[in-house]
């Protein structure tokens, strides 16, 4: 899981998993899409009651300014 993402992210990959939970067969792999949709779920509300932005999905080297050479 990356850390960048906006609360709209973090819902629509709570559906994603919601849905791959319900289209498995596979009691394990069930179990964890539905782990996986809680989590995002509870950092899409952690984000949203703190106020928290986060950084857009990109590589940390594009986020820093060039170091001087």
Excluded at 16 to 31: G, N
Excluded at 36 to 60: C, D, K, L, W, Y
Aim: glycine content about 2%; proline content about 6%.
């Amino acid at each position: 899981m990356t850390n960048a993402l906006t609360r709209e992210e973090c819902l629509e990959r709570a559906h994603m998993h919601d849905q791959l939970a319900t289209a498995t067969a596979d009691a394990s792999a069930r179990m964890m899409h539905q782990a996986m949709a809680a989590e995002f779920r509870r950092r899409a509300e952690t984000a949203s009651v703190h106020g928290i932005m986060q950084a857009p999905n990109r590589p940390v080297a594009e986020l820093c300014s060039p170091v001087p050479g």
